[in-house]
Nanobody
């Protein structure tokens, strides 16, 4: 299995940028497809972005497409989410997740992901 720890959250003004990171330990990081999800107060956890094991294929939620970039560094066992042009509606706890599935069978549903970090708070002020 793999252990995931997020960092880098914080408070930022609307229009600003922030990068959150996820450090992985345990089973080789390159084995897993990785993703970012978020959960705002009173709302269900929702998909943000995901990336395949090699880093060559990326998928984004429509709400963040063109503003957020997911990337990974398999040598450093790290996952990143660069968030640009942030909006107040991006405010949420951001979670990284790992999936042991073959990437083409990976879905955007949180229930299909195997391992989760504890989350990091991102707050965007208007």
């Amino acid at each position: 299995q793999v252990q995931l720890v997020e960092s880098g959250g914080g408070l930022v003004q609307a229009g600003g940028s922030l990068r959150v990171s996820c450090a992985a330990s345990g089973r080789p990081f390159s084995y897993y497809g990785m993703g970012w999800f978020r959960q705002a107060p009173g709302k269900e956890r929702e998909f943000v972005a995901r990336i395949d094991q090699s880093g060559s294929t990326r998928n984004y939620a429509d709400s963040v497409k063109g503003r957020f970039i997911i990337s990974r560094d398999n040598d450093k066992n790290a996952l990143y989410l660069q968030m640009n042009s942030l909006k107040p509606e991006d405010t949420a706890v951001y979670y990284c997740a790992a999936s042991g599935r073959t990437y083409r069978f990976t879905t955007d549903s949180p229930s299909d992901w195997d391992y989760w970090g504890q989350g990091t708070q991102v707050t965007v002020s208007s």
